[in-house]
Nanobody
Framework: QVQLVESGGGSVQAGGSLRLACAAS???????????MGWFRQAPGKEREGVAT???????SYADSVKDRATISKDNAKNTLYLQMNTLKPEDTAMYYC?????????????????????WGQGTQVTVSS
């Protein structure tokens, strides 16, 4: 059974930083090195949007709203995906979800098409106050 467990969310003031983590287990081929992964977020009353993605080749893509403030990375040894978010803004407030899938498409396509991902976590809340 595949499990993606997010952590690292919380309440911070604008300008602060957070590092989200997504621990993966039970993947059919074991390591996160074999899957494309991504972070998505959804704020109340808004549609889910892609934040950052990383494909199996390690190529990354970011939403324009977080570009230059976010870094996505994978630690294959720990089977964990990370999202470092800096200079947080109130508009970053949302539930953040981790996703994984066996797809070799481009990270930009992954960012815009969440249906590319098969596995999803339960989410971690990020709240940024002004």
């Amino acid at each position: 059974q595949v499990q993606l467990v997010e952590s690292g969310g919380g309440s911070v003031q604008a300008g602060g930083s957070l590092r989200l983590a997504c621990a993966a287990s039970g993947l059919p081929f074991g390591s996160v090195a074999m899957v494309s992964m991504g972070w998505f977020r959804q704020a109340p009353g808004k549609e889910r949007e892609g934040v950052a993605t990383i494909n199996v080749l390690g190529l990354t893509s970011y939403a324009d709203s977080v570009k230059d403030r976010a870094t996505i990375s994978k630690d294959n040894a720990k089977n964990t995906l990370y999202l470092q978010m800096n200079t947080l803004k109130p508009e970053d407030t949302a539930m953040y979800y981790c996703a994984a899938g066996y797809t070799s498409t481009t990270p930009r396509t992954l960012l815009n098409d969440p249906t590319s991902f098969t596995y999803w976590g339960q989410g971690t809340q990020v709240t940024v106050s002004s």
